[in-house]
């Protein structure tokens, strides 16, 4: 489409919607246009492509998950149309502006952090290399809470992120589901003699999909995100419905839980995780029939991911369909399920290991229930002679009175799989070792990625059209290319020109800190990053220790020698969890100080960006000059955030956790920062048992000093929170081990500061992580999951990246 044509139908469809000239409304408007004249342009191709599957009857991959984090989608669609461009230009044309335009679309919240934005990653990737792939989760009428600061504490607010229409979704009423609650169930013979659950009383529940449209990077795929709402099922909307009746329903996908490790509102929690599997797998399983084809190659045609735990479910509902519904035997049924389930786990917090009680399950999913039982009942009947009594219970799905979302997750899946090469050790040689005894073949690892269309061609268009000068454009279709920037390490022109785009990236993020927070920062400080939700395991403490240090530092000696910094956070915590609220008074009360000290000045500036999210990810990223990825080892499955600044140029101060083991391993020593204990130290160390945080505290006059100041009035305003505080480290034995930590991260710090002196030194090894960072986009791990574990033969992109040695 040319730039004039896209004016006029800009201009038409504008008029259209508002009937006023389309020189008037506001940027909401004017987006609206834009998203409607967009619909118009992909419908054909997306209506095409799914015929184009049901007539192949190719394999499908059904990815369920509980959080999507999508972010704006405007530009995303641009850009894989192949229209950004034309858009702009028009748009700007006819005197609009652009950025405001595509700033007014609602960044949908429907995920916490990491693991929503995974999905997302791969949904993006699955249609840029053509996996037929299929989302699979929850509607939520609201969002993640929207987090404001008030006297530095945070508030949490309703996120209505629907109270404008969705430009993007389509509601296909016809193809809603009923999913079943509660009541009562039992076994009665058919006319066959077949034993058949029979219901009674039980609470019907609509499930309604929007679908939303998944458009693949200038190739023709356009797959598809499912999210469900719940509803009142038809001919019950009168007077069959009890208010309260009502109210249950909408519940059900009323809120995302604001925690990624743990749960609160547990039954209503249990009603989404089936609500969500059921809906799923029923659309599925419909699906499936269309095909007209035995039920023996179901997996050959469908394969079902579940991300994380809270999609189990899917085990035993696909289950129920196969056994009650299409009377298959037990045992046809769980070699279907087997072959078509593959999951992925995100964790290894105990704390965050899915656990339902079984009186739960048993009221508000009966059916579900006894099959979980017969689950649970062969399983230690076939495992006990192969393996002995002890390792059968310790892998079986029930546990006392309790039901193993990951234990059930795995024994019915054919793949397990961790998201680091670190993390999946770990699961393999301690957190599910049992398993690893019985299913040896079944573990693999799977690093996660993030996409380099949102993070780098659309958040760091500087950088991207550096790249293209330099290498060509080849790297858009094939991240992996950007490792051609290597051999552009010494080439000052490349280097200068990566500089400026740095700094004009902070002179963006600059400008919206002075808008929005009314706060000067100087944009040649070295901007120090540290952006994920706020956790203990996440160690954002110790970055707060650093400030205090160099803070008081300062104070008793101007002339120091450090680099000036504007330290950035971005962080929500759950709701409920106390420590992480503090943590973030505190940051706020020590910004208010440092910020405001005039002895201080441009040494020292704290960004705390409130409401962090997929958009201010999408600002602040591309402005970072230092990645904190500071966890204490062995606790961080992946992290993605570390993988966005490394392709943004920043570089890692990181401990060998998570995904930062393979980052280190590409960049080598020279170019990152590293410090702490590694995983096996810290294995070690509490092996020992002999940590005592209480003596470092006494015996290190640096770490004295720093955690006194949470204490004696240095910091104002935290009295109650600076004691929990310090208390946790010193009185409480320091479960993170920060105090263990501090000195090897302090100098890591310092010699940050001695490079950042150095920009040339400095942008050498900016260039180096973005050459490497290729190697993390989602599209190769995509391939790599389509390739190891779904058995789908992706179609090829526009360069045709082939499938094989991806390593
Ligand atoms: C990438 C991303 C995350 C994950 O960050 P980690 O540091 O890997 O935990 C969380 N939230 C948002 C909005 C993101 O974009």
Redesign the pocket.
Known sequence: MKVDAFKDAYKKKFEDMFAVPYTSGSTTEQFQALGQLLRSIYTDKWVHYNQGKLDSKQKQVFYFSMEF?P?RQLKRYLLNLDLLDTARTALEELGLDFEAVAAAEVDPALG???L??LASCFMDSMAATGVPGNGCGIRYRYGLFKQKFIDGYQIELPENWLRNPNSWEVRKESKSVIVRFGGNVWLEANQYGDLKPVYENTFDVLAVPYDTPQIGYRNDVVNNLRLFTAEIPPGHESYFTTPEQRKEIQEITEVLYPDDSNYEGRLLRLKQEYFMCSAGIQSIVRYFKTLDLPWSVFPDKVAIHINDTHPTLCIPELMRILVDEESLTWGQAWNIVKKSTSYTNHTILAEAMERWPIYMIEGLLPRIMQIIYEINRRHLVNKTALYGAELAHRTAPIDGDQVLMANLAIIASHSVNGVAKLHTEILEHYTLRDFKTIYPFRFNNKTNG?THRRWVQLANEGLSKVLDQHIGNRWRFKPREMNILQAFRDNDEVLEQLQEVKLANKERFARFVKEEMKLDIDPTALFDVQ???LHAY?RQLLQVMHIVDRYLTLKENPKADFAKRVFIFGAKAAPSYHYAKSVIKIINELANLVNNDPAIGDKIKIVFVEN???S??ELIIPAANLSE?ISLAGK?A?????M?LMANGALTMATLDGANVEIYDLVGDDNIFLFGMTADDVQKLREANNYYSRAIYEENPQIKRVLNAFIDGTIPNIEAEGREIFDSLVLYNDEYFLLQDYPSFYEAQMAADKLYQEPKEWAKRALTNIAYSGKFSSDYTILRYAESIWNVSPETNLLGEGFSNLD
Do not use: F, H, P
């Open positions: 984090l972010g916490n952090g990491g929503g934005r993030v952006i994920k939700r996440k962090y999210g997929v201010l990810a990825q961080e992946s992290g993605t955030s570390n966005k």
